[in-house]
């Protein structure tokens, strides 16, 4: 993945979160997504912007239509890292806990 922190600050926004969502089923255009979200198409472009430079979102050309889909592995990346983060915090806490009685 581009950048852990670049993945996360993406998905802090819900109309990013609601392009994933859209995109789990199938590629779809800017054009699409725009009026999925109730965006404008220049909208549209700079949240797909932030997507891809996240590495979260890939592009395609298709004679003059850009598709869109969601980047598996940054995807599967970002939910390492989130695993091996929350496993950790909540070891910690267990212990926690744990050493409390």
Not at 73 to 90: H, I, K, M, Q, V
Request: with cysteine; hydrophobic share 45%; glycine share 8%.
């Amino acid at each position: 993945m581009a950048d852990t922190e670049a993945a996360l600050r993406a998905l802090a926004h819900p109309g990013r979160r609601q392009v994933l969502e859209l995109l789990a089923g199938a590629e779809q255009t800017s054009g699409a997504l725009a009026s999925a979200c109730g965006w404008t198409r220049p909208a549209a472009s700079q949240h797909l912007k932030v997507l891809r430079e996240a590495g979260l979102v890939a592009v395609r050309t298709d004679g003059n239509r850009r598709l869109y889909r969601t980047r598996r592995e940054g995807l599967a990346e970002l939910r390492a890292f989130l695993d091996e983060f929350w496993t950790g915090r909540l070891a910690v806490l267990e212990d926690e806990i744990r050493g409390s009685r």
